[in-house]
């Protein structure tokens, strides 16, 4: 017979739609992204799909565009721990995971709040580790934007450190509950953590939770952060979502684990992606098109040709020709997003080449510039796309981000997910209890118990 190889299996996150403009908020359909009914609806489904987790992206300042609130974007949103602890109690096996801050978050509260998170969902807790680039951030915080960009690694690295320390501080078996003669709890060690930006000492508050580690996913792009990546995290969410893109990057980030005593599979690439879904393919693309200009309004594309202009544009018409004048380097214009453009002369430059070739105006512009990775077909033909992403090393699956809250999956898990079971590379149950289950992770610990009646 001959050999058969084990189809990679994928793993989804379902991505709740956070500080981002890809959400539709003039469709119809589109619900609340602060009411817990969106939050349950989202989260149920996603667990009807037996997607690995459900994942919160967070924002510590609103946007501003301009000087003022940028309300073109998802503006608002409640505290990550109390929505992720709210889901777990009307969820069963779905990850829960949050995104919160190394640089202006302490280390013992972290542990406190992702150990409570991981014991009172029964080990479904992730953390996504982000730095934060900006100093404009920080400003909403007492130190303010206190760290540089090059120090923010270093820290993250010791907040990862210090919670660890402090997770590790109980032995498995550390409460020991004897119902004949009371209870006997077995002393936490203390704990001794000395790094540049902490000197930690006492004890902690909790024994080890049913994961060990809540999974650690890591979001930024630098080498620095594909460094702490390699050295620590369980799960990257990349930007990395393309196919040929993706292959490089996925190839990158797993070559860098072997100096860590890491193996490839210690380590889950999961991009982001979007979708589309039709009945035929022409639908789909119908679909597809339809959604970029609803996502990108008139003012969107203004504001997006504003941020690499580094000027007020309000005065052109999203429908005319790119602006004759040249932009100005204004790093301030948009605080509080990620800044991926870089030299905006030389995208100026680009942009214009490409509208004069296939004659697009401003908003045709950017609604192509600015697309993201997205699956556009059938069910059966993203279903067949996302396996071969995920077969052919691009990714080991997708953090899906819907354009709609809170119905946004309805569709994929009724449609998408029984045929990438056919395809043979996705769960049909769940196996396991865990998050590190879903993603075939070890549990540090070695253990599962934290607590032992005898
Ligand atoms: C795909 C992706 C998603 C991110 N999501 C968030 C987020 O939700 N909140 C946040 O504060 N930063 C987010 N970031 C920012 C990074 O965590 C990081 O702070 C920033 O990219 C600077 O690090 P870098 O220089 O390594 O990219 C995200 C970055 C990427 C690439």
Redesign the pocket.
């Known amino acids: 017979m001959p050999e058969q190889r084990i189809r990679k299996q994928i793993h989804l996150a379902a991505h709740f739609p ?2 981002n403009h890809h959400t539709v908020w003039t469709d119809p359909e589109s619900g609340s992204q602060i009411d817990f009914d969106s939050f349950v609806h989202l989260a149920r489904t996603a667990e009807r799909g037996l997607f690995d987790f459900f994942f919160l ?4 300042r609103l946007r501003e565009h301009l000087g003022r609130v940028h309300d073109l974007d998802v503006v608002g949103r409640p505290d990550t721990f109390t929505v992720l602890n709210a889901l777990a109690a009307v969820t069963t096996h779905l990850g829960l995971a949050g ?1 919160i ?1 190394t640089t202006y978050n302490e280390p013992f509260e972290l542990a406190k709040q992702f150990a409570s998170l991981d014991h009172l969902s029964g080990g479904r807790a992730a953390w ?6 900006d100093a404009f ?1 920080g400003e909403n915080f007492r130190r303010g934007g206190y760290l540089e ?1 090059t120090k ?2 270093t820290r993250a690295a010791e907040v990862v450190d210090a919670t660890r320390a402090l997770w590790d501080s109980w032995p498995a078996d550390a409460l020991v509950v004897d119902r004949e003669n009371g209870v006997f709890a077995q002393p936490a060690r203390e704990v001794r953590f000395s790094s540049e930006q902490f000197e930690i000492e006492g004890e902690f508050v909790l024994p080890g939770s049913p994961q060990g580690y809540p999974v650690q996913i ?5 080498d ?3 460094e ?1 990546a390699a050295a620590k995290a369980d799960v990257i ?3 990395h979502g393309e196919l040929e893109d993706g292959r490089r990057f996925y190839a990158d980030v797993k070559d860098r684990l072997a100096k860590y005593g890491r193996s490839r599979e210690d380590l889950k690439i999961l ?2 992606a979007g979708f589309v879904l039709g009945d035929t393919p022409e639908e789909a693309r119908a679909n597809a098109q339809r959604i970029r200009r609803q996502q990108v309004s008139p003012q969107t594309a203004i504001a997006f040709l504003e941020q690499v202009w580094g000027r007020d544009l309000s005065a052109y018409d999203p429908d005319g020709p790119l602006p004759e004048i040249d932009p100005v380097e204004n790093v301030n214009i948009t605080r509080g997003r ?1 800044r991926h453009a870089k030299d905006p002369r030389a995208i100026a430059e680009a942009w214009r080449a490409k509208s004069e070739a296939e004659n697009l105006s401003i908003r045709e512009l950017i609604i192509e510039t600015t697309a993201r990775p997205q699956f556009i077909g059938t069910p059966r033909q993203v279903a067949a796309d996302i396996d071969r992403h995920v077969q052919t090393d691009a990714s080991d699956g997708f953090v899906l981000v819907p354009h709609l809250t809170p119905a946004g999956f309805d569709e994929f898990v009724e449609k998408v997910v029984p045929e990438l079971q056919d395809l043979g590379s996705f769960r049909t149950e769940y196996t396991g209890s865990t998050l590190r289950d879903h993603l075939g992770l070890r549990n540090p610990h070695h253990s599962t118990e934290g607590v032992r009646a005898s």
Do not use: K
Not at 128 to 133: F, K, P, Q
Not at 218 to 222: E, H, L, P, R, V
């Open positions: 956070g500080v992206a967070e924002g510590l995104t801050n996504n580790a982000v730095t934060s680039s951030t960009h923010r690694y890591q979001a930024g792009d630098s620095e952060g594909r702490f969410f990349s930007a991009p982001a990620v």
